[in-house]
């Protein structure tokens, strides 16, 4: 479910540049155990090919237009936000605070579904436009 919906965050973003590709990043452990690259198989986003890439450290970020944060990187979430707070790169993660801590989404479960928070105030100052057909379905919005 989770890879679904960081397929459609995609469709419902605009961001301020284009990319040949869009790239949608996993920073740490890979929770998805291939769903993620079965359900963007053969699928664009405006056009642009999908590619799914795995990374170890934060050195290529800058690549992704979808930065997932693993579990395995809380102890560095912060400083992982810092370094793309101000560049177009929507940050997601399904850890606790992510949101507080200043992610754009948070996956949650709530009465075992998934659903998500976003952190508005995060998302434009990254100069990213989300959808009001994404807002309305999410669970909460921070604009603090």
Request: net charge positive.
């Amino acid at each position: 479910m989770k890879a679904a919906y960081l397929f459609n965050f995609g469709k419902f973003t605009k961001w301020p540049t284009e990319n040949s590709t869009f790239n949608i990043c996993v920073l740490g452990r890979d929770p998805f155990n291939g769903s993620l690259d079965r359900t963007v198989a053969g699928d664009a986003i405006d056009g642009r090919p999908i590619r799914v890439r795995r990374m170890t450290e934060a050195s290529h970020v800058n690549e992704c237009q979808i930065l997932f944060l693993s579990g395995s990187e809380h102890n560095r979430v912060e400083s992982l936000v810092a370094q793309v707070q101000s560049k177009p790169i929507l940050t997601v993660s399904d850890m606790p605070d992510f949101v507080e801590r200043g992610g754009m989404i948070q996956f949650e479960l709530v009465n075992d579904r998934v659903r998500f928070t976003i952190n508005l105030r995060a998302a434009r100052e990254a100069k990213l436009n989300l959808s009001s057909d994404l807002l309305v379905v999410a669970s909460r919005v921070e604009n603090r």
